[in-house]
């Protein structure tokens, strides 16, 4: 069973204002749940985790989780295509408890799993050292769900800070952190430090996601190599797991070709590494409902 741990679904005009950029022309247009099941179906994944595409309104939420409740299984588990949702929240909201205990209480609401903040998006490396903050993520661990951290490779460190200060949260990295994988050597090694304290921390796992955006048009899977190496080496592979990144991967490689290159990409594993990568990992950390 192949879980996808990371896509998203949006329609442009309904405020995902970031899609203007000229050079994102390619995927700014309607990404739907009917598109999201025919890749899926081609490439043999069964369920996938649809996470906040970056519009930053909650109005995402409802429709995200509306989506993952039209996906429900045809016997009426959770077990269909979209098994879980990371919903857009603002971490340093005062009133985060409250937004996430509405959350709930929407219409599919059964398969919220997780929240997001655009942390990536802040000027300040150390962003999530904030008091305010840190109250933030405290009140999504006791919501029970995980936290996924969209971060820059210069906020590795508070992040790093900020989970071992939260042990009780659990912490998604997305994309490894966003290394400079364009870069080559000199992008690993200003990663490497950073993304290695923070996966000494026990509640965080990562993602092997967004590499190929990361690694440019040209990429090739030697590219991808010595990154995913390192987050084998830092992690194991019980706490790393797949994510395509559709359809911002679709900017330089296809559904298929994501997969496949993780599956190239990476050190030989052996039957329960694999099966953590490409599942087991992502049910276990946003406790999916889904057929084993």
């Not at 022309?25 to 595409?53: C, K, M, N, W």
């Not at 995913?228 to 070709?257: E, I, Q, T």
């Amino acid at each position: 069973m192949i879980v996808d741990a990371h896509h998203h679904l949006w329609r442009p005009e309904r405020g995902y204002t970031w899609l203007d950029d000229p050079a994102l022309a390619a995927i700014r247009r309607p990404f739907t749940p009917q598109d999201l099941g025919a890749e899926l179906a081609g490439a043999g994944v069964r369920h996938s985790v649809l996470v906040e595409g970056g519009r930053c309104h909650a109005d995402e939420a409802a429709e995200y989780l509306g989506h993952a409740a039209d996906s429900r299984s045809i016997d009426g588990s959770t077990g269909g295509p979209i098994a879980g949702v990371v919903a857009w929240a603002d971490v340093a909201d005062p009133d985060l408890a409250a937004t996430l205990r509405a959350y709930r209480g929407l219409r599919g609401g059964e398969f919220l799993v997780g929240v997001r903040s655009q942390v990536q998006g802040e000027a300040d490396p150390d962003y999530l050292d904030r008091p305010d903050v840190r109250r933030g993520l405290a009140a999504v661990a006791a919501a029970g769900l995980a936290f996924d951290l969209v971060v820059r490779a210069d906020q590795l460190a508070a992040a790093a800070r900020a989970a071992q200060a939260v042990p009780e949260l659990r912490f998604v990295l997305d994309h490894l952190g966003k290394p400079r994988i364009d870069a080559g050597e000199p992008g690993l090694r200003a990663w490497l430090g950073p993304f290695t304290e923070l996966a000494a921390q026990p509640n965080v796992t990562c993602k092997l996601s967004g590499m190929v955006t990361e690694a440019g048009a040209q990429w090739t899977v030697e590219d991808l190599r010595p990154f995913v190496a390192a987050a084998v080496a830092a992690f194991g592979a019980d706490r790393l797991m797949f994510g395509s990144d559709w359809p911002v991967c679709l900017l330089v490689a296809d559904y298929g070709g994501v997969l496949d290159a993780l599956r190239q990409a990476l050190p030989p594993l052996d039957a329960a590494g694999s099966a953590a990568v490409f599942g087991g990992t992502a049910v276990r950390t946003y406790g999916l409902a889904v057929p084993s």
